[in-house]
């Protein structure tokens, strides 16, 4: 059981724009940046998001990230086939002292 | 270009030890922490320890404290994981991951290619 709480699945269209949520606690994304990870297929995780909505470069404008009180989000507007991915949350535990993530979400370009 | 060559996964016997490797290169290295991450087959990622850019403050997952140690060689550039004690449940490809700055609460800014460490008699 992950501590910050994503949806499992998400899916979307060709053009559409997605939004995958990520719910935690005053201990973690209450009092903490919350990033982004994206997982393609047969790889390595990679940096998407930070800061809640700052985009490392080489990242398009088309994902943004949000925040507001214990839940973030990413949001991911003109969807693309190479966009199909896991994705997954992560914060900075004030009370674990450690970082906890997301369990991820498998997003599919229908 | 930031490189990070994780190696010394295995196959291993319930009970035993293994020594993770993480080679750096592409930046500078004793600029910032370094973290360990885990993830099991077909399941999420799970935050194993990090160590600031000195060694002076080291973090572990509770479910590893005790067992695992981690520790870094500014001058070989490189990052460490002890494994002691053994589970089958520590089976998971475990990434090196470079942090954002100094202290290890920053996000992890980059991961290494993984290595597979399975836990099995």
């Known amino acids: 059981q992950s501590v910050l709480t994503q949806p499992p699945s998400a899916s979307g269209t060709p053009g559409q724009r997605v939004t995958i949520s990520c719910s935690g606690s005053?201990?973690?994304?209450?009092?903490?940046?919350v990033c982004w990870y994206q997982e393609l297929p047969g790889t390595a995780p990679k940096l998407l998001m930070y800061r809640n909505n700052q985009r490392p470069s080489g990242v398009p404008d088309r994902f943004s990230g949000s925040k507001s009180g214990t839940s973030a989000s990413l949001a991911i507007s003109g969807l693309r086939s190479e966009d199909e991915a896991h994705y997954y949350c992560a914060a900075w535990d004030d009370s674990l002292s450690g970082w906890v993530f997301g369990g991820g979400t498998k997003l599919t370009v229908l | 270009e930031v490189q990070l060559v994780d190696s010394g996964g295995g196959l291993v016997q319930p009970g035993r030890s293994l020594r993770l490797s993480c080679a750096a290169s592409?930046?500078?290295?004793?600029?910032?922490?370094m973290h360990w991450v885990r993830q099991a087959p077909g399941k999420g990622l799970e935050w194993v320890s990090g160590i600031t850019w000195n060694s002076d403050s080291i973090g572990y997952a509770d479910s590893v404290k005790g067992r695992f140690t981690i520790s870094r060689d500014n001058d070989k550039n490189s990052l460490y994981l002890q494994m002691n004690s053994l589970r089958p449940e520590d089976t998971a490809f475990y990434y090196c991951a470079k942090g954002s700055t100094v202290t290890f609460r920053d996000y992890f800014h980059s991961w290494g290619q993984g290595t597979l460490v399975t836990v099995s008699s």
């Open positions: 592409g930046f500078t290295f004793d600029d910032y922490a």
């Open positions: 005053s201990s973690n994304i209450g009092s903490s940046y």
